[in-house]
């Protein structure tokens, strides 16, 4: 992350409007620093980039700004001036007619001041003020003009991207709100007869009233003399970019004939009022560019509705004009800063670490193949033989060779432990969104990896075991710009992740089993010939060889021999375990060549064991079952044999210590260093702990065979359930031990131990975090002992059904999530009356399901019927809740923005304007005699309300026309019909398009020859 004081930027960025800087915030890739009301400091692409906002519009108010801009960043390369514009409608570009429609982009070659300059008698006499691209912005405009028709899909792409951190309000408005009038249709009233001033405006010297300034052109019925446009006869035209002059001025341009004048002598694409204030202020060799999003036609009909569009159009054109302005200048500041190292390894480099060498020369070569980090390579080996002692070796040794690339470290053991990684990696690289809980970790840092910008990166996965998991998590491990080193116990795994990149890690050879051990024993009565002939013995699996000797460390009075007696006497044990054990069915077939297992002939005979496991055996039965030593020892011992115990039922990785049973702080550690030293567990950086796999198994075994595992699984749950119910609402605890908590509930009896409100928190807490699928089970077990502790009408019972039927729509799982909530409707309704917020709740919730599944009768049944129990107290916040249940599932639940009453004499325009939706969907519904009812009651309103000629009464009337004729009273429908067409010839005339299709539907009507299909009003 960049120091808050740096000055060092590449790019400045201006906007005069809010809503112009919160586009443009959309495109940052980082913030570095937020200072409100002033700038913000970020990253865009390669480029150190500040975002100013001006206090107000107007060149006074932009010159302000780029003067401390230019005082305070002396660097800076590239200024933009980013927002939004006026447009000029049809523009020449060398004898080639052009179209600008809304939405469209205008980046200037050159910015005009035409406002400046002297007035004559006669005349006005520009000042050439002009202010002209400089060297690096003709080559910038030239490659973008080269290729303009890329440019400007590039530009679309990024939009749809940054439109999704951005409000609805910025998408795209609709063609039928894009209006472009010939220039001489003033912006008047049309239907108020009693205006005196609009009805008098006959000229462009004519005054209009002032009211009229501030109306919009619905209210005053401008709809004649549109322009009709190629480019807007599609749904969503592509937003264009254009290049060309660009007038600055501090007056806003509202007149037609005034913008086309101005735009001829000048050649000009567009207007804006902040350009001429910017561009002297900075230095000359400092380029300057206006991008700006049109969002009107500079004329008396400019209205507000496509300015968030616009400013998003001329964002996501600023984001791809930099992609090309690196390409002439080279990466920005900002390159280095990103490729900052982040050291994410949780364990310390072996200092005792022996051997090796020619698996880690061939890793390297392997991961580095191409002079910098990128590549897929997997190992695999049974349990104990150094897989992840020799990742953690190669990431420091890459470290030094690449001391600029970043290297990660992730667990696979399961789904928790993997989101967890991804989220630390997120955090570590500061990037935006990371802490938004709606969006998805792991995606977030896989898209950021992928980039270019991300450096060079090396992630390490380990612990990659489990097929059903693994498959679950390849589609979240970054494709390129990095390298994955995937560590497993299976060959299947390996092989299909680096088909041409996997190696096996064999056992090693007795040379380094003796220099393991050699370096590891304390003991120096030990003979050579007795390490050689013990290493010899325990196979050269590293682990096995590390086991011993933490065992003769531990114990003075061990001789070899016995030593070797104790290997013998637990390997019926130990072939158990291996037959049983969670690795076994992952272990390779040992290579011609390797030490032949333990236990086996030469001839192979006999049953192969992981070596490890013997070991793990021996010195458990040491330490746990020592008699005669100090009590102190043996207490010390008991905990540490708990320890095991209660690790062995959680998740092998990540274990934190508060988890653990309780001890003091000195007991706890002297047990944990003894495991240490034994090798049964590892310490991470942290104080996390890891147990190995074969010792995590092999207890396991043990403790099913003594009958004792459910007793520890138990205690286990109990645990989990205190620390947790201590941190109800705390996400951060709870992530740290949901892995563990799915490892409970996902390989042993933890469910049947655990109680029903462990596991409804556990279900709640996988719901919030979209984990839908893990989600079922807890909260199905949750039910049942609630049923069974409470009934099936408790409140507890009903609560944790509804959180199952959630479970379920998260899984699009609808019949079940149906079942269910209509199971707590009935009971909600049955205990507590229909009118219960339990009741309505359950309601709401079934509605969603309706909805989904296309229900549309019993939906709009049931939707009535919520709002008919919730519209007595009806408020502002609940109808918007209302809103959500079905958002774009069913028409009519956009239409509750107000509550609908029809005995009222004062009806609210948005009242009427809710119950003219709701009797369309009537329609759509097939319920034509509701809207019927409905419909007369808002030409009633309307009439009070805008008069009998406004276009919304007349709309009214036309709607209500078409429903008497379904219902079959034809010739109220005819009068009503005439009425309506009387009405267009009285304000839009006789040959407006609207007025004659209307009249013709009329005659059709009256030849009783009309369709329904024909209206087109």
């Keep these: 992350m960049e120091s808050s004081n740096s000055k060092e930027i590449d790019i400045i960025i201006i906007c005069a409007l809010p809503l112009e800087a919160k586009a443009v915030e959309a495109i940052f890739d980082e913030r570095y620093v937020v200072n409100k009301g002033v700038y913000i400091m970020g990253r865009i692409g390669s480029f150190k ?4 906002l001006t206090q107000g519009m107007g060149k006074a108010q932009a010159t302000k700004v780029a003067t401390t801009l230019e005082i305070e960043f002396r660097g800076t390369k590239l200024v933009l001036l980013v927002g939004i514009c006026g447009g000029i409608p049809f523009y020449d570009n060398n004898g080639i007619k052009q179209e600008i429609i809304l939405g469209d982009i205008a980046i200037s070659d050159q910015v005009v001041q035409y406002d ?79 205006c005196d001033a609009c009805a008098k405006c006959k000229s462009e010297a004519d005054r209009v009233c002032e009211e009229s300034v501030g109306s919009s052109c619905q209210d005053l019925g401008c709809r004649d003399k549109l322009i009709n446009r190629k ?98 200048r080279g990466p920005g500041l900002a390159a280095s800063a990103k490729h900052q190292p982040h050291w994410m390894i949780p364990f310390k480099q072996n200092s005792k670490f022996v051997g090796r060498d020619s698996l880690l020369a061939n890793l390297e070569g392997l991961l580095c193949e191409r002079n910098g980090l990128e590549s897929r390579v997997s190992i695999f080996g049974e349990a104990g033989v150094g897989k992840t002692h020799t990742a953690i070796e190669l990431s420091y040794r890459l470290k030094n060779r690449f001391p600029h690339s970043s290297i990660f470290w992730v667990s696979a053991s399961n789904a928790g432990a993997f989101k967890e990684a991804y989220r630390a990696i997120g955090y570590s690289l500061s990037l935006n969104g990371i802490q938004n809980e709606k969006g998805d970790v792991r995606l977030l840092v896989k898209t950021h990896l992928n980039r270019t910008l991300s450096g060079e990166w090396l992630m390490i996965v380990d612990d990659a075991n489990d097929q059903h998991i693994w498959d679950s998590l390849l589609e979240f491990i970054p494709e390129k710009k990095g390298s994955v080193l995937l560590v497993t116990c299976s060959e299947e795994i390996a092989q299909s992740f680096a088909s041409k990149n996997t190696i096996m890690v064999c056992e090693v050879d007795s040379g380094d089993a003796q220099q393991i051990l050699g370096k590891l024993l304390t003991r120096k009565d030990i003979p050579n010939e007795v390490i050689s002939q013990t290493s010899k013995n325990s196979l050269s699996n590293p682990l096995a060889v590390a086991q011993i000797a933490g065992y003769f460390n531990e114990n003075f009075r061990a001789e070899v021999s016995q030593y070797l007696s104790e290997l013998r006497h637990v390997k019926h044990e130990a072939v158990q375990v291996e037959k049983r054990g969670e690795f076994s069915r992952n272990r390779p077939e040992q290579q011609s060549g390797a030490s032949p297992t333990f236990g086996s002939t030469a001839s192979g005979t006999e049953t192969s064991v992981n070596p490890a496991i013997l070991t793990c055996l021996v010195s458990f039965r040491y330490f746990k079952n020592q008699q005669g030593f100090d009590e102190k020892f043996q207490k010390r011992n008991r905990l540490a044999a708990d320890y095991l115990s209660f690790m062995s039922c959680l998740s092998p990785n ?39 796999l074969s010792v995590h198994s092999v207890i ?70 979209r984990n839908y699928k893990m989600a079922v089970e807890p909260l ?63 309601m709401e919730d079934l509605l969603t399901i309706y909805t989904n599944r296309n229900e549309w009768d019993q939906a709009e049944h049931l939707l009535l019927e919520i709002i008919e129990l919730k519209k007595r107290n009806l408020t502002a916040k609940e109808l918007r809740a209302l809103e959500n249940i079905a958002h774009d599932k069913i028409n009519i639940l956009d239409y509750l923005a107000a509550p609908i009453s029809k005995s009222s004499n004062n009806v609210s325009r948005d009242t009427l304007t809710t119950m003219d939706r709701l009797a369309s969907v009537y ?62 010839k009285g304000t839009c005339g006789s040959r407006d398009p609207c007025t004659k299709n209307a009249d013709s539907v009329l005659n059709g009507w009256k030849r009783e020859l009309w369709q329904p299909s024909e209206f087109h009003a």
């Excluded at 002297?118 to 400089?134: A, Q």
């Excluded at 409470?790 to 149906?818: D, I, P, S």
């Design 923 to 984: 329609g759509k519904l097939g319920k034509w005699k509701e809207a019927t009812g409905l419909l007369q009651e808002i030409v009633k309103g309307r009439f009070l309300d805008q008069g009998p000629n406004h276009t919304n009464t007349l709309n009214s009337v036309k709607n209500l026309a078409i429903s008497k004729r379904k219902i079959g009273e034809i010739e109220e429908a005819i009068r009503l019909l005439e009425a309506y067409v009387q009405g267009l």
């Design 231 to 328: 480019r807007l006869e599609t749904d969503q035209p592509l937003p264009t970019v254009h290049i060309g002059k660009i007038g600055s001025g501090d007056t806003v341009m509202k007149s037609a004939k005034d913008r086309d004048r101005t735009a001829e002598q000048e050649n000009l694409i567009a207007f804006e009022m902040e350009g001429a204030g910017i561009w002297d202020t900075f230095r000359p060799e400092c380029a300057f560019l206006v991008v700006k999003g049109v969002c009107d036609y500079a004329d008396s009909h400019k209205n507000k509705i496509f300015q968030r569009y616009a400013a998003a159009t001329a964002a996501a054109c600023t984001k791809v004009l930099l992609e090309e302005w690196s390409r002439i």
């Design 780 to 842: 199905k077990l949750a039910l049942e002992m609630e049923r069974l502790a409470f009934g099936r009408n408790h409140l507890n019972t009903l609560c944790r059904m509804g959180n199952l039927a959630l479970a379920y729509v998260g899984q699009e799982n609808w019949q079940e999530a149906k079942n269910l909530f209509v199971e707590v409707t009935k009971k909600s309704e049955m205990i507590w009356g229909k009118e219960h917020a339990v009741t309505i709740k359950s």
């Design 49 to 52: 980039v500040v975002l100013a």
């Design 700 to 769: 396991r075994r043990k403790l099913s065979d003594e009958g004792r595992f459910d007793e520890w699984v138990r205690k286990v749950v109990e645990r989990l359930d205190q620390v947790l119910n201590t941190s109800k609402e705390n996400k951060v605890t709870w992530r740290i031990y949901t892995p563990h908590l799915e490892y409970v509930f996902g390989h042993s009896r933890g469910f049947q131990a655990a109680n029903r409100n462990l596991l409804s928190r556990y279900g709640c807490y996988l719901l919030q975090d």
């Design 654 to 692: 990540n274990i934190p210590r508060s988890i653990l049973p309780a001890a003091t702080s000195n007991e706890q550690e002297n047990a944990i260093a003894l495991l240490v030293r034994l090798s049964f567990i590892r310490v991470r950086n942290n104080s996390n702990i890891d147990i190995h």
């Design 116 to 194: 400046f300059g002297r007035k004559y008698p006669d005349s006005f006499v520009r000042k050439d003020m002009s202010i002209r691209s400089n060297r690096d912005t003709v080559k910038l405009l030239g490659r973008v003009e080269k290729g303009l028709a890329q440019f400007s899909g590039n530009t679309f792409k990024t939009l749809k991207d940054i439109q999704r951190n951005l409000s609805e309000r910025f998408r795209y408005p609709g063609t039928a709100n894009d209006w472009l009038f010939e220039s001489s249709y003033r912006h008047k009233h049309y239907f108020a007869v009693s």
